[in-house]
C-alpha cells in the first residue's frame, strides 16, 4: 500500500508564525519504507533557537496570566483537533518514521488520552494551605509556572514526546520551545498547522529544526528554566551536565536494555503475542521494546522454539501496507549499526537461530530499511549483544535459574527502564514488582508503559533529571513552589493569639524575651 506524498518542505514555527530559514544548510528527509527522498529539513542556526526563545518569554506574562479555564479550553481544541484529523497525523509519523499505521494510529490516541490527563490540571494543580499556624497567621502553598522550558524529541516518537512535554508545560502556565528530530519532523509540521487553526497565542509553542546547535543556547540563557529530552543515555548525561552549570530544572530520559522474564507457569498464547509486540513493535525502536528474554530450565527450549516460529510469521514491510507486522527502521545508518551488532553477536559466541538481514520485499521497496526479526540463543552477560542498548528487532535469550537469578540480571545492568514478568503465581507477581530495579514494572504484559494518569520513567542510566513525564510527576516539574505567609489583622489593627488575652500575651511575651526566625 502506498500513497503520495507532496515534497515536504519543513519549516520553523516561531511566534505564531511559519518562518523559512534562508541560508542555511538542509539534511533531506526520507521514507525508510523506500528509501526515497520526500522532502528536507532546514538545519537552523542557533539564531533562530534565540529567536523562538524570545518569543515563548515574551508570551510568558500574558500566558500565566490567562484564566486557567481558558488555557484548559486550548488543550481541549487541541485534543479535538488531534481527534479529527487522527489518520493525517498517523499518516504524518508513518511517513518519515515508519511506525507501522496501526501503530502510528495507537500513538496519536496515546497522546490524546495524555491531552485529557493534562485537561485535569485545575484539579492536580491546587496548593494547600495551613490556618492557625500563629496568632492570625496562615501559611499555604502556591503552585505557579516558571518561564519558557525547551525540549528536544527522539525520532521513534514524535507524537508521544509531544504529549510528554508540552501539554503539561503550557497547562500550567508555561511555554514552550521544541526541537524534533530532523529525521521524522513531519507530525511536528501538521501539529503546527492546527496550532494555527485553533489560535493558539503567538508565541506559547514554536518549534525549531536542526541539529545540537540549536539546542546549545538554552543551556545559558536566562530566560529558560528547563530543558526536556527524550534520546540516547550518553546524550541524557551530557544534557544533565549541562543543564547542572546552567541552573537549570531537567527531564531527561535516556536509553535501556529491558527484560522479558518468563516463569515455568507461563500462559504461552499471552506470552507470544506480548513478545511479538514488545521486541517487534516499531521495529524494536522504542525505550520499552523487549530486548533480552530470560527464561527458567524448565521451559528454555521450548520457549526458544516457540519464539523463533511466531518471529518467522511476522511479516515485514512497508509502514503503510495493512497487512504488514513491522515496518522498517529509521535509516540507512541505523539498518547498518543494527547489523554490525549482529555480527558482533556471532563473532562473541551468540547462536544465531533467526537471522532478519533479508527479509522477503516486494520490488518497490526493496530500497527500504528492512531489518527482520532475529533472535540469538546462549547469550552470557559478557558479551556486546546483552550490555548494549542496539534499538533494532534484535533479541537476546538467556537462562536464568529462577526468580532470583532473573533479578540479579536486572540489578546488574547500567539501565533501569522496565521489565515484565510472565506468571500466574501471586508470588512471583509480588516479589518482581517490589525487587525489580527498574522504574516500570509490568506482569502478564510486554510493554509495562503506564497509562498517562501515571508517571513515566526508568532510573538508573535510563533516567536523569529531577521528574519523570507525565502525570503528577509532570505537573510537579513543570510547576514550582511559592510559600506565602499571612497574617491579617481586624480593622482596629489588634488581634489575639491563640485564644489568650491581651494581658497573657503582655505576660508571656516579657516573661520569653525571644525574638523566633518565624512569624508568631
Not at 180 to 191: A, D, E, I, L, N
Not at 330 to 358: C, M, P, T
Not at 447 to 466: E, N, Q, R, V, W
Amino acid at each position: 500500500m502506498t500513497k503520495e506524498v507532496a515534497f515536504i518542505k519543513v519549516k520553523n514555527f516561531i511566534n505564531g508564525e511559519w518562518v523559512e530559514e534562508r541560508g542555511v544548510e538542509t539534511t533531506p528527509l526520507f521514507n525508510p519504507s523506500d528509501g526515497g527522498t520526500i522532502g528536507e529539513v532546514p538545519l537552523s542556526k542557533p539564531e533562530a533557537s534565540e529567536r523562538a526563545v524570545q518569543a515563548a518569554h515574551e508570551a510568558y506574562d500574558s500566558w500565566r496570566k490567562l484564566p486557567l479555564n481558558k488555557r484548559m479550553s486550548y488543550l481541549y481544541a487541541i485534543r479535538q483537533a488531534m481527534i479529527d484529523q487522527e489518520e493525517e497525523l498517523a499518516f504524518a509519523i508513518a511517513v518519515d518514521q515508519a511506525k507501522h499505521i496501526s501503530e502510528a494510529r495507537g500513538e496519536v490516541q496515546r497522546v490524546v488520552q495524555i491531552i485529557e490527563t493534562a485537561c485535569t490540571i485545575p484539579t492536580l494543580i491546587q496548593g494547600e494551605t495551613l490556618t492557625h499556624i500563629a496568632g492570625n497567621i496562615s501559611g499555604r502553598v502556591i503552585k505557579q509556572p516558571l518561564g519558557v522550558f525547551c525540549g528536544v524529541a527522539p525520532f521513534n516518537f514524535p507524537a508521544l514526546v509531544f504529549g510528554w512535554f508540552i501539554p503539561f508545560a503550557i497547562g500550567v502556565g508555561n511555554t514552550f520551545v521544541f526541537k524534533p528530530s530532523t529525521q521524522s519532523p513531519y507530525f511536528m509540521q501538521k501539529m503546527g498547522e492546527i496550532f494555527v487553526k485553533i489560535g493558539l497565542p503567538k508565541g506559547v509553542i514554536n518549534i525549531v529544526h536542526g541539529n545540537r546547535s540549536v539546542v546549545e543556547p538554552w543551556y545559558k540563557d536566562h530566560r529558560v528554566s528547563g530543558i526536556c529530552l527524550v534520546g540516547s543515555t550518553p546524550t541524557a548525561k551530557k544534557m544533565a551536565e549541562a543543564c547542572g552549570r546552567g541552573g537549570k530544572r531537567s527531564m531527561l530520559l535516556g536509553g535501556a536494555k529491558n527484560l522479558l522474564v518468563a516463569m515455568e507457569d507461563v500462559q504461552w498464547d499471552v506470552f507470544i503475542e506480548n513478545y511479538l509486540n514488545s521486541c517487534y513493535g516499531s521495529a524494536g525502536q522504542r525505550c520499552l521494546a523487549g530486548s533480552v528474554v530470560a527464561a527458567v530450565p524448565e521451559i528454555y527450549d521450548e520457549l526458544i522454539e516457540r519464539i523463533v516460529a511466531a518471529s518467522k510469521k511476522v511479516k515485514v514491510g512497508s509502514a503503510l501496507d495493512p497487512d504488514v507486522y513491522m515496518g522498517p527502521v529509521i535509516s540507512k545508518q541505523a539498518k547498518e549499526k543494527i547489523e554490525r551488532y549482529i555480527d558482533i553477536g556471532v563473532k562473541e559466541g551468540a547462536r544465531l537461530v533467526l537471522y532478519g538481514r533479508h527479509p522477503q520485499l516486494p520490488k518497490e521497496i526493496k530500497d527500504g530499511y528492512y531489518v527482520g526479526p532475529t533472535i540469538f540463543t546462549d547469550v552470557t552477560t559478557d558479551m556486546t549483544i546483552y550490555k548494549e542498548e542496539i534499538f533494532g528487532p534484535v533479541v537476546c535469550v538467556v537462562k536464568v535459574n529462577c526468580i532470583n537469578s532473573a533479578l540479579e540480571l536486572i540489578r546488574r545492568q547500567e539501565f533501569g527502564n522496565g521489565a515484565c514478568i510472565f506468571t500466574q503465581s501471586l508470588y512471583y507477581t509480588e516479589h518482581f514488582v517490589n525487587e525489580a530495579d527498574v522504574g516500570m514494572v509490568g506482569v502478564n504484559v510486554g510493554i509495562c508503559a503506564p497509562h498517562p494518569y501515571l508517571p513515566f520513567g526508568g532510573i538508573k542510566d535510563s533516567h536523569l533529571g529531577t521528574n519523570k513525564v507525565q502525570g503528577k510527576d509532570g505537573i510537579d516539574f513543570f510547576t514550582q513552589n511559592k510559600i506565602a505567609t499571612v497574617r491579617v489583622a481586624p480593622p482596629s489593627g489588634q488581634f489575639l493569639r491563640g485564644g489568650e488575652s491581651e494581658e497573657e500575651i503582655k505576660k508571656i511575651g516579657q516573661a520569653q524575651k525571644v525574638r523566633s526566625c518565624v512569624a508568631t
